[in-house]
Structure formats: C-alpha cells, structure tokens
C-alpha cells in the first residue's frame, strides 16, 4: 500500500521533469534564503524568512554585522 503511494507520486514528480535552467536557480535561491533564515533563527535572530531573503537580495547588513 505505501509502496504504491509512493510510486504515484514518483510519478507525479516526474511529470514536472526535467525542470529549466531558471526552475532549478530559483529553487536553489529559496534553499539558500531557507537554510540562512533557519540557521539565524536558531542563533535567536528575530527577521522573517522575506526580511532574510531581503538581505542578501540588497547585501544590506543589520547593525553593521555581516
């Protein structure tokens, strides 16, 4: 039975294949701005996922840090 859940939606994914040269950037970019954000949230930093991603959109800094 979860075996073939499984499969249909291997198969469903693969629908969507293969992605273009942008698909694969953006995700790669929302991956980046995802793994920051987490990273930072674990430190105690208090910006939103859209302020991180922001950020290093601008290379704008917070209080002078990095």
Not at 7 to 33: A, S
Request: proline fraction near 2%; hydrophobic fraction near 35%; glycine fraction near 4%.
């Amino acid at each position: 039975m979860i075996f073939s859940k499984l499969t249909n939606l291997l198969r469903k994914i693969n629908t969507f294949r293969p992605l273009t040269k942008d698909e694969v950037q953006t995700i790669e970019k929302e991956k980046k701005y995802d793994h920051v954000w987490s990273s930072n949230a674990i430190e105690g930093s208090s910006l939103s996922k859209y302020e991180t991603a922001a950020l290093l959109e601008t290379g704008l800094t917070v209080h002078g840090c990095s």
